[in-house]
């Protein structure tokens, strides 16, 4: 692994830590090169790290996975599919963004079913282009930081990132909110009043006990929804069809937002 700290000189006080997984040095130095200006013509302060394996990054990131706000990713990398890579990574409990820097568009799809935030041919990839994918990704960023759970229990206020809620749940007046890759925390309240603090373009009631974030949803059955970390949801019968219509309208946003990008 090489590391590398941008000039302490910018704009933004946002600063940026950032990785990239490649295993072709040309186009290492080609990513770098791009990352570099853009960064620094976007006016923030950045730390980069670099892995030639997948193993290298993965063994790098098994104590902390969300260490990077964002990791470019090769696809063809030696030893591993790199849409593979991510994978792991959400099942470890990353909230990193992704960017698939690679040389087809063959994994276009599989690339958002890891939730990537975008998605680069390396052909054909001009420092425009490449600069509006990292704003646009640097944007997502800031707006996670914004989103905010705020709930209160035996006294104590607590605050948690709805990117990191995986799913709710409630038994008994007693709502549990779990987030990160195995954390939990109680509080008493209901889902309606839940719901009501919850953009459900990006959360879903599916059944009358469970509350779901769609971004981490990665099957769904006729009777159950399997998350990210393997989680299995029940999806009640009642919650079905319209599970069914919100969700694919969630995946088309989310493809016509990044490809389009």
């Not at 090489?2 to 072709?24: G, R, V």
């Not at 052909?123 to 209160?152: A, G, P």
């Not at 008493?188 to 953009?199: D, H, P, R």
Request: contains cysteine; charged residues 25%; hydrophobic residues 40%.
């Amino acid at each position: 692994m090489f590391e590398y700290q941008a000039p302490k000189s910018s704009s933004n006080d946002m600063f940026l830590n950032y990785a990239i997984c490649e295993d072709t040095l040309s186009d290492m130095k080609a990513c770098i090169s791009l990352l570099d200006q853009s960064t620094t013509e976007l006016g923030y302060k950045y730390k980069l790290s670099t892995f030639n394996t997948a193993d290298g990054i993965l063994f790098h990131l098994e104590e902390n996975p969300s260490l990077f706000d964002v990791i470019f990713m090769d696809i063809h990398l030696n030893n591993k599919n790199g849409v593979e890579v991510v994978k792991k990574l959400r099942e470890l409990g990353s909230n990193s963004k992704i960017v698939f820097f690679t040389t087809s568009e063959d994994y276009v799809f599989e690339a958002f079913d890891v939730q990537a935030d975008n998605y680069i041919i390396k052909n054909t990839c001009t420092k425009d282009k490449f600069k509006r994918v990292l704003s646009q990704t640097i944007k997502h960023i800031e707006d996670d930081k914004n989103k905010l759970f705020f709930f209160e229990f035996k006294g104590n206020k607590n605050v948690i990132p709805m990117r990191k809620i995986r799913y709710f749940e409630v038994w008994n007046k007693i709502v549990t909110v779990h987030f990160d890759k195995d954390k939990s925390m109680k509080f008493y309240s209901n889902l309606q009043e839940v719901i009501s603090k919850l953009n459900m373009n990006e959360f879903f009631q599916v059944h009358r006990s469970y509350i779901i974030n769609m971004s981490q949803v990665t099957q769904v059955f006729k009777n159950n929804i399997i998350l990210m970390d393997g989680t299995n949801i029940p999806l009640g019968k009642t919650y079905v069809d319209t599970f069914e219509t919100q969700f694919l309208n969630f995946v088309s946003k989310m493809a016509h937002s990044e490809v389009g990008a």
